[in-house]
């Protein structure tokens, strides 16, 4: 089925170490973006690129960085995870036109 | 700045009653507005969305939701609610280049 892939679906952290969390879309979307979902705040926007090579901070970039690797893949990465980045991260593809958005199943991230 | 409100954190409704969640925007231009839903565990899958023409937009469940912009705001309604539908709802309004915004989100519980 066509969609979007996350993984890992769960990771567990020690402060300071560092992850990527992927993500690939099968609908020849142009646009991708990663949220992250906290409790009574919603979705809230890290990063979104627009096209393939091109990226663009959301409205939460501190402490990641992401890889728009193809049209396909774009990665987010935490390089030395704290706390505060406990969250649900979450993928999607499409656009605030006609189609909306389509969101992958998230990832649960702890850091301890 | 685009901003997203629902008042609601949390709502209880018997099995079978009626339902509306409430949410308001705030965007200068005619909006995108869409409504997601979110069970425990899972992505955010569409519900509806509005963008043009009528006003009362119909959805998959049994959902729809009436766009108002007099009142800014963009309700979602089901006349008889079923327990499946506990889950967590999110508003959404489309922000310029494709990035949409989420409102807090409100979790809906059912009983029987």
């Known amino acids: 089925n066509a969609g979007v892939t996350q993984t890992p679906k769960f990771q567990v952290l020690k402060t300071g170490q560092s992850m990527t969390l992927q993500c690939a879309q099968d609908?020849?979307?142009?646009?991708m973006y990663w949220y992250r979902q906290d409790p009574g705040m919603g979705l809230r926007l890290i990063y979104y690129?627009?096209?393939?090579?091109?990226?663009d901070k959301g409205e939460v970039p501190n402490g990641y960085n992401v890889s728009r690797l193809n049209k396909r893949e774009f990665s987010l990465r935490l390089e030395s995870a704290a706390p505060s980045q406990t969250s649900v991260y979450f993928c999607?593809?499409?656009?605030?036109?006609?189609?909306?958005?389509?969101f992958g199943s998230g990832t649960r991230l702890t850091v301890v | 700045a685009q901003s997203v409100t629902q008042p609601d954190i949390h709502i209880t409704v018997s099995e079978g009653a009626s339902l509306e969640l409430r949410c308001n925007y705030s965007?200068?231009?005619?909006?995108?507005l869409f409504w997601y839903v979110q069970s425990p565990g899972q992505g955010l899958q569409l519900l509806l969305k509005?963008?043009?023409?009528?006003?009362l937009v119909q959805g998959i469940k049994g959902f729809e939701a009436e766009f108002k912009r007099s009142q800014s705001s963009f309700n979602l309604r089901k006349p008889s609610v079923h327990w499946s539908d506990a889950a967590e709802y999110f508003c959404?309004?489309?922000?310029?280049?494709?990035?949409?915004?989420f409102g807090a989100g409100t979790i809906l519980r059912v009983k029987s």
């Open positions: 999607a593809t499409g656009g605030a036109g006609a189609r909306g958005y389509t």
């Open positions: 609908m020849n979307h142009n646009s």
């Open positions: 690129s627009a096209s393939e090579g091109t990226t």
């Open positions: 965007y200068g231009a005619t909006p995108y």
């Open positions: 509005y963008f043009s023409g009528d006003t």
């Open positions: 959404a309004v489309g922000a310029g280049g494709n990035k949409l915004v």
